[in-house]
């Protein structure tokens, strides 16, 4: 075996079912001492065929002798399961008694292991078994020409997948791609190359989806997963997998058709083709896997009908709602150009006294049709990687006008910015940063940067060491929804912060939830002991602000105060504070 298919195996998902812990414990260190990383354990057999089912692991490691259901049983299950028959099976056990070996064989085991388990035995047997599955499933789920996953494996994975999403209330995406007319192309220009052909167009779709799932990092693991299948000769599937909307797939299918528009060189020569593609999503249109896919094929023949290199969505308001994004982005680039921009400021005021001590710049987008919610075009922007000179001009905008208020010889309010992870990682970030707070002549204390938990998802070492340049140049850092994603203390002790921000969720939760007071109060004491200051956001009820104040944290953002105003009126506030 190569070190390649070797190192493939260990990859695979291996399902341990015992209903003792300390088996199952004992087991997987065997394995992972080994290199297999990848596990589903479970001690109460009574769950084992659902979640065998959902989990579709490439090994089942099975107890025989178990409370309520027996190995027998759930090997039984398996066997007549039609979509888990083929899984390989090795049974775990004490019992020595040779009619329960035959039993078991009976029911199509696939091998025995006697406890105590030998750690050597164990990584051979799994090692063997692993790799007799992976030859019979690449002949039967795998296309010969592409290696790509096969109609029968597409068919089986769509199922299970639409049963998750519905689980967990998830959206997924169908495209369906087709090579427009290269039946002729074949015939004509290149004939017998359209082999080379095919494995170029699933190279380049494959890339894609790692450029894509690569953009999606700050997600982790809860990202949109993307899969490849070849249906038939010139038709390919993406399944994509935890959808954040229906108009991503969008982007998705743009993307893919621009790629494949692109020469592709075959026997010193370039073809050049163009590709249909039709998108279904479920929910709302479907939850059937059939129906599903014939969706996506009427609509990629309805793409084609059209004139092919373009793709079409099956349901009408989702194209309606793509047209509407599509709009928004061609006018987002103009946006700057056009002075569209504005800054609003919302105060930030100390519980103790009532005194503002310093604002929170937030971008808005005037148009002539009135304000676009930043929930509708920040996520373009950064998709669309405008992110990066909008970001340098709000803190540009916003440096500005700390200057102007601070030459009012007024109280020096602090100023808040916020910054995304985009800006984060372009190479450029720190040394504009620095430039643009030179340039304004501020005093960079009274300037804080905030960022989101899901900034760190990714790199956290390398985003730390430039967290801590920008607190070398005396700014302050602020981590805002804290408790929201995905908190670590062990990281939250490791950032050079200088503030922690009490999500808007948990305080609308206060007056219905003890727990949610808790939880609140846990983060004020938390940020106390870190010595961080601490900021409530979203108070708009005097009871929120009371409570806030009774546990002791330092300031508040909210509605009970101000909305976000303009800077015009920010002085009106002070004065009112």
């Keep these: 075996m190569s070190d390649e298919k070797y190192q493939g195996l260990k990859k695979a998902k291996i399902m341990i079912v015992d209903d003792e812990p300390t088996n199952i414990e004992v087991v997987q260190a065997f ?41 027998f049983d759930i090997l039984s299950g398996v066997r007549a399961h039609p979509k888990l028959k083929h899984l390989p099976i090795i049974i775990l056990t004490a019992a020595t008694d040779p009619q329960n070996k035959l039993k078991a064989l009976d029911l199509g085991a696939t091998d025995f292991l006697a406890k105590p388990v030998d750690q050597s035995e164990l ?39 639409i049963k998750t999403a519905k689980r967990y ?31 170029l167009v699933a190279h380049r779709i494959q890339t894609l989806i790692r450029r894509v799932e690569g953009l999606n990092r700050f997600d982790g693991e809860n990202g949109p997963k993307i899969a490849l299948y070849h249906l038939d000769r010139y038709g390919f599937c993406l399944l994509i997998q935890r959808l954040p909307a229906a108009d991503h797939a969008a982007v998705i299918a743009n993307q893919a058709v621009k790629t494949l528009r692109s020469p592709m060189r075959v026997a010193g020569g370039d073809i050049y083709v163009t590709a249909s593609i039709g998108i279904a999503t479920a929910p709302p249109e479907s939850d059937n896997p059939s129906e599903l896919l014939r969706l996506a094929s009427r609509a990629k023949d309805y793409a084609k009908q059209k004139g092919g290199d373009s793709f079409q969505f099956s349901s009408s308001s ?3 709602i793509y047209k509407e994004r599509v709009s928004l982005k061609y006018n987002l680039r103009n946006a ?46 950064e998709e669309t990687g405008l992110i990066v000179p909008i970001g340098e001009w709000v803190l540009s905008e916003a440096c500005a006008q700390l200057k102007k208020w601070h030459s009012l010889n007024r109280l020096p309010i602090t100023m808040t910015v916020n910054f995304s992870a ?9 040394s504009s940063v620095t430039q643009i707070i030179s340039n304004s002549g501020i005093n960079q204390r009274y300037l804080t940067f905030e960022l989101t938990e899901r900034v760190l998802l990714t790199n956290t070492g390398e985003k730390i060491k430039l967290l801590e340049k920008l607190k070398a140049i005396g700014l302050k850092l602020s981590l805002d929804d804290f408790g929201t ?20 969720s948990f305080i609308r939760m206060m007056s219905k939830s003890a727990s949610h007071r808790a939880i609140v109060a846990a983060i004020v004491f938390l940020a106390r002991n870190l010595k961080l200051s601490s900021v409530a956001e ?10 806030m104040q009774k546990i002791g944290c330092q300031q508040y953002q909210g509605f009970l105060f101000s909305r976000p105003v303009l800077s015009t009126e920010i002085v009106g506030l002070l004065n009112k504070s």
């Excluded at 708009?540 to 602000?545: A, F």
Aim: charged share 30%; glycine share 4%.
């Design 422 to 430: 985009s800006q984060l990682v372009d190479p450029n970030f720190l």
């Design 31 to 71: 394995l992972e001492e080994e290199e297999y990383h990848n596990f589903v354990t479970l001690n109460d057999a009574t769950q084992a065929m659902s979640l065998v089912e959902e989990q579709r692991p490439d090994l089942l490691l099975l107890d025989l002798v178990m409370p309520e259901v027996s190995g």
């Design 123 to 161: 990584g051979l047997r799994v090692r063997n078994t692993l790799a007799a599955k992976a030859f019979q499933d690449q002949l039967i789920y795998y296309d010969g020409l592409t290696k790509l996953p096969n109609r029968q494996l597409f068919l089986e994975d769509l199922t299970r997948i």
């Design 538 to 547: 979203g108070i708009e009820k005097k009871e929120e602000l009371n409570f």
């Design 169 to 199: 209330k998830e959206q997924l995406a169908l495209l369906s791609i087709e090579i427009d007319n290269f039946d002729k192309v074949e015939d004509t220009q290149y004939h017998g190359r359209g082999d080379e052909f095919l494995r």
């Design 336 to 381: 700057l150009e056009k002075k569209e921009f504005v800054l609003y400021y919302q105060p930030k005021v100390e519980i103790k006294t009532g005194i503002v001590k310093g604002v929170e710049a937030l971008l808005r987008w005037k148009t002539s049709d009135g304000l676009i919610s930043p929930d509708q075009f920040i996520p373009l922007a």
């Design 485 to 504: 994603e995905y908190s670590s203390l062990s990281n939250l002790s490791r950032l050079p912060l200088d503030e922690l921000k009490i999500d808007r």
């Design 318 to 320: 989702i194209n309606a």
